[in-house]
């Protein structure tokens, strides 16, 4: 079933969670809303599962418009953070409740509900729990149970709300894998919201980036990743270090002084003189040993702290006093472990960091007029 939401707002007082919203789902699609907390990807989820009324705009399943059809009536599944299981029923009679509520003239019999439910603890992995009670299960187990009720229904839609947000970050990562596949069985058009970046950016087909109760970017992980179309999207995908300078003609000057550090933006050769930001990932840092003697293209820090996890060192940089970056706080670097090894750094010793690749956001920009 695809989905269409056409210019929705929604105001809780005088906080507007939504403002004029337009999305565009496809049939059989697994969509993420990602986003800080209070940025409206739960209220927009809400709204589409019928749970909250939209001030304006609407709805469409199908081509059909659903704004004003009862949450009853829009077969839509729903798993929330907190499993919402029954504590005194079986895991098998949780997974049959929504099928045994039905009207009589819809219910299936018995028989074909007890088939229907174990089938679904297999497609779960869990029919070997049918008999015990939520207590008894981990909250990964509890999840997986909470996800098989809400398509026991056979729903046209599935809308998940932080599904993983209330377990560690191990089962986490074992369930976002095991949520894609069952995702990949199924076809089922699914929208989850999250606020973990890595969780969306692994899962989805495609990420629907919210800020502030706007839509600020859509695509696929890839192209978000890659291209970010905002400030806020940069920064919220991932680590990032954050530069102040002014662009002129296809290049950004760091800091203010003629001796800072040159970046090529050539997407801003028209640009003249203006106040500019660049957005570094760790990773495009390139860090040498400092020496006074040497001229450097690059930002001269004091390396304050070294942490190195697996194949991957991530070192903290204070810029120089006086220094010419534009960088308003510590510098995040990654680099190989090997790497970090083969320089002999410590901490409290000097070092380079030259951008190698940079997204330079000038202030004659759309987007930074959010």
């Not at 009207?103 to 869990?126: E, F, G, H, N, W």
């Not at 308003?328 to 901490?347: P, R």
């Not at 000038?362 to 959010?370: F, K, T």
Request: one cysteine or more; hydrophobic letters at 45%; glycine letters at 8%.
């Amino acid at each position: 079933m695809s989905i269409a939401i056409r210019n929705v707002s929604k105001a809780f007082g005088n906080f507007h969670a939504l403002k004029d919203v337009s999305l565009d789902i496809e049939s059989g699609e697994l969509i993420a809303l990602l986003g800080p907390s209070g940025c409206g990807k739960t209220t927009l989820l809400r709204i589409i599962a019928g749970l909250e009324t939209a001030d304006q705009g609407h709805i469409f399943f199908s081509g059909e418009d659903t704004t004003d059809v009862h949450v009853r009536e829009r077969n839509v599944g729903f798993v929330f953070q907190h499993y919402a299981l029954f504590r005194h029923m079986s895991v098998f009679d949780n997974v049959a409740f929504g099928l045994r509520m039905r009207p009589k003239a819809t219910r299936p019999s018995d028989a074909v509900i007890k088939q229907k439910v174990m089938d679904l603890l297999k497609l779960v992995q869990l029919d070997w729990l049918a008999d015990r009670f939520p207590a008894q299960l981990s909250g990964g187990q509890r999840q997986r149970i909470a996800l098989a009720r809400a398509l026991a229904v056979e729903p046209k839609v599935l809308l998940l709300d932080e599904p993983f947000g209330a377990l560690d970050a191990k089962v986490r990562k074992e369930l976002r894998r095991w949520l894609r596949r069952l995702h990949d069985e199924l076809h089922v058009t699914s929208i989850f919201v999250t606020h973990d970046q890595e969780e969306a950016l692994e899962v989805a087909d495609r990420v629907v980036l919210m800020n502030s109760g706007v839509v600020e970017q859509v695509g696929s992980p890839q192209e978000v990743w890659d291209h970010p179309a905002s400030p806020f999207v940069y920064g919220f995908l991932g680590d990032v270090n954050l530069f102040h300078g002014r662009a002129h003609e296809g290049e950004m000057l760091l800091g203010d002084t003629a001796q800072g550090v040159r970046l090529q933006s050539p997407e801003h050769a028209a640009t003249q003189d203006a106040k500019a930001m660049a957005y570094v990932r760790p990773h495009d840092l390139d860090i040498t040993r400092y020496a006074a003697t040497k001229a450097h293209q690059g930002i001269a820090a004091r390396l304050v702290r070294a942490v190195v996890v697996g194949p991957i060192a991530r070192l903290e940089l204070e810029p120089h006093s006086g220094s010419t970056s534009g960088a308003k706080d510590l510098l995040e670097a990654h680099l190989g472990a090997q790497e970090f090894k083969a320089l002999g750094l410590k901490e409290g010793d000097d070092v380079v960091a030259t951008p190698r690749k940079a997204r330079v956001f000038v202030q004659e920009d759309p987007a930074l007029a959010i």
